[in-house]
């Protein structure tokens, strides 16, 4: 009899897994960059960012996660 799974059929799910975590690092990294970088404009230039760039970052973050989630 052959085993449940192997080697071989977990091989399309760990490709996903590596690509989601690297998906979900690439998000992080540029919500971080954004946020510190929005602190730094702030403390430096007395600037604080408008509503379209909090928008954009919203909507960039929404659709991280929705792609994400349909991982």
């Excluded at 080697?7 to 990294?29: C, H, S, W």
């Amino acid at each position: 009899m052959k085993p449940a799974t192997t080697k071989e059929d977990n091989i399309p799910q760990r490709i996903m897994l590596i690509v989601g975590a690297v998906f979900l690092l690439a998000l992080t990294d540029a919500l971080v960059k954004h946020l510190s970088d929005s602190a730094w404009g702030y403390l430096l230039f007395n600037e604080i960012p408008d509503a379209m760039t909090w928008l954009g970052m919203g909507m960039i973050l929404t659709a991280g996660l929705v792609v994400l989630r349909q991982q």
